[in-house]
T-cell receptor
Framework: AQSVTQLGSHVSVSEGALVLLRCNYSSSVPPYLFWYVQYPNQGLQLLLKYTSAATLVKGINGFEAEFKKSETSFHLTKPSAHMSDAAEYFCARGGSEKLVFGKGMKLTVNP | KAGVTQTPRYLIKTRGQQVTLSCSPISGHRSVSWYQQTPGQGLQFLFEYFSETQRNKGNFPGRFSGRQFSNSRSEMNVSTLELGDSALYLC????????????FGQGTRLTVV
């Protein structure tokens, strides 16, 4: 079955530090890959999407992700964390009948 | 452009009751999907409607149902509520059918007591 893996459930970084959230997909190369962010008691907001046009994808709020077929990965990065980045982040694959989400990663940013 | 609107935002129901949640998609979007989000199971796909027809369905019991109207608005119904139905229910709208870019509403927080 097609799946998305986000190892771990929580990551903590200091303000100004690099943010790296990992995502690996299984099975065949998906047509679409997404990163969503969810703030407490809110819905999911689309950060960025991969649609095979470019392997390095830039999103909102300074985030970007790189698609690596050889590693079946689509990791999310941000050079410098801000307090407002504290939220839960979900990786998802699309192109089949539905979006398939990873378990999510809660990001804490320490002052 | 208005986003996806879900009503109500919060609901408290008693076991055995039924509940109806509403979702208005982004104007022009014809696909509406519903997801259940819980701490233990994460985001789980319930079903997707497109042009008033259910096109895809997740692995949920028949107590969970939905419909879509001609204006693309959608409703989700849960009958005979159980404690385990307590969750955040998210609606997402898309231009086209299937696992494409989806825009989410703020969700309805359902608590079953």
């Amino acid at each position: 079955a097609q799946s998305v893996t986000q190892l771990g459930s929580h990551v903590s970084v200091s303000e100004g530090a690099l943010v790296l959230l990992r995502c690996n997909y299984s099975s065949s190369v998906p047509p679409y890959l997404f990163w969503y962010v969810q703030y407490p008691n809110q819905g999911l907001q689309l950060l960025l999407k991969y649609t095979s046009a470019a392997t390095l994808v830039k999103g909102i709020n300074g985030f970007e992700a790189e698609f690596k077929k050889s590693e079946t990965s689509f990791h999310l990065t941000k050079p410098s964390a801000h307090m407002s980045d504290a939220a839960e982040y979900f990786c998802a694959r699309g192109g089949s009948e539905k979006l398939v989400f990873g378990k999510g990663m809660k990001l804490t940013v320490n002052p | 452009k208005a986003g996806v609107t879900q009503t109500p935002r919060y609901l408290i129901k008693t076991r055995g009751q039924q509940v109806t949640l509403s979702c208005s998609p982004i104007s022009g979007h014809r696909s509406v999907s519903w997801y259940q989000q819980t701490p233990g199971q994460g985001l789980q796909f319930l079903f997707e409607y497109f042009s008033e027809t259910q096109r895809n369905k997740g692995n949920f019991p028949g107590r969970f149902s939905g419909r879509q109207f001609s204006n693309s608005r959608s409703e989700m119904n849960v009958s005979t509520l159980e404690l385990g139905d307590s969750a955040l229910y998210l609606c997402a709208s898309s231009l086209v059918l299937g696992g494409t870019e989806a825009f989410f509403g703020q969700g309805t927080r359902l608590t079953v007591v």
